[in-house]
C-alpha cells in the first residue's frame, strides 16, 4: 500500500508506535530450517523521519550480495529470541546499542524466496526509534549506509522500478529509489508491510 498525499500521516515515532501497537504482527506458520531478524531504525531528520538503510557488501555466494538492506542477520544459537537477534546484529553490523533506543514494535514475518522459491528461511523484522543521535560504525559486512525518507517512501514519492535480465528475459521489481540506490526484493516487501501498517 502506499499513501496518497492528502492521505499522508504525521511520521513521529509516538505515531508509529501507536500504529504498530494496535495490531499483532502476522507469524510464519511453516517450517523453517533458519530464522533471521532485521531492525528498521528510524531517527528524526529535517522534515521528515528518516529510516536507516545499507548496502551489503559484495560476497559470493550471498543471494543478497550488494542489495540494499535493512541491519539484521541470522539468529545464533545463545540468541534469546529474534528480538535479541536483530539487536545484536545491528550493534555488529552498524555499532548502534538499540539496549539504548526505543522499541516501537515488530511487523509481520517474511519468508525469504528467490525466483519465487521459499529459502527455508524467515526474516522477523522490528522497528526501533533513536532517542538521540549516534555514530554509525559499519563493519566488513556493510558497504555503505544511508538515511531515506520515511514519508516520502511511504507516499510512493520514490517509486522506482528494477530490471534485471534473468535467463535471457527483462524482469521487472518494484523498488523504492534511495540515492544511487534501489531498494527492491525482500527488503522492498518488509518496508511495503510497514507502511501499510502506517496506513491505517
Known sequence: MQLTPAAALDFE?????????????????????????????????????????????ERDGDP????????????????RDLLATAMRETQEEVGIDLAQHVL????????????GNFMGMVIAPYVFGLRHEVELSPNHEVAELLWAPLGRMARGETNVVKELQRDGELVRFQGFGVGEHVVWGLTHRMLSSFFSVLGG
Open 64 to 79: 543478497w550480495s550488494g542489495h540494499m538492506a535493512l541491519p539484521g542477520g541470522h539468529r545464533h544459537a545463545d540468541d
Open 13 to 57: 515515532l509516538p505515531t508509529i508506535a501507536a500504529r504498530l501497537a494496535a495490531r499483532s504482527p502476522r507469524r510464519y506458520e511453516g517450517d523453517a530450517a533458519r530464522w533471521a531478524a532485521v531492525a528498521a531504525v528510524l531517527r528524526r531528520g529535517r522534515g521528515d523521519t528518516e529510516l536507516l538503510l545499507i548496502r551489503r557488501a
Open 104 to 115: 516501537l514494535g515488530a511487523l509481520d514475518e517474511h519468508a525469504a524466496t528467490a525466483r
